[in-house]
């Protein structure tokens, strides 16, 4: 199982980029994808998730509105489109497969090694 991301970088607040993720070695049209990201001293927290099917898709309350998840499984690839963005968007983004718990959240199982989104003036 291979996943690339790729496509952060540096943006000044309200700028936008697009992040993707190449993957490899599973049927990523039989999977549930996710990003989630990491900040500085924190926690990695759950961003976006997507249906095999690209049906459904689900995010945390602080980027709905201006992030979007979607995926093309003809290519193999997800994508995270983040639009207005932030300081308090600068993390560290990780695509990784995606299964929703128990407790209704949802998990990351195969991870990808991220790219780092840097939203400053």
């Known amino acids: 199982v291979q996943l690339v991301e790729s496509g952060g970088g540096l943006v000044q607040p309200g700028g936008s980029l697009r992040l993707s993720c190449a993957t490899s070695g599973f049927t990523f049209s039989s999977e549930s994808m996710g990003w989630f990201r990491q900040a500085p001293g924190k926690e990695r927290e759950f961003v976006a998730a997507?249906?095999?099917?690209?049906?459904?898709?689900d995010y945390v309350d602080s980027v709905k509105g201006r992030f979007t998840i979607s995926r093309d499984n003809d290519k193999n690839t997800l994508y995270l489109q983040l639009d207005s963005l932030k300081p308090e968007d600068t993390a560290i983004y990780y695509c990784?497969?995606?299964?929703?718990?128990?407790?209704?959240?949802?998990?990351?199982?195969?991870w990808g090694q991220g790219t780092q989104v840097t939203v400053s003036s």
């Open positions: 990784a497969t995606t299964r929703r718990t128990l407790e209704g959240t949802f998990r990351g199982d195969s």
């Open positions: 997507i249906t095999w099917s690209g049906s459904i898709t």
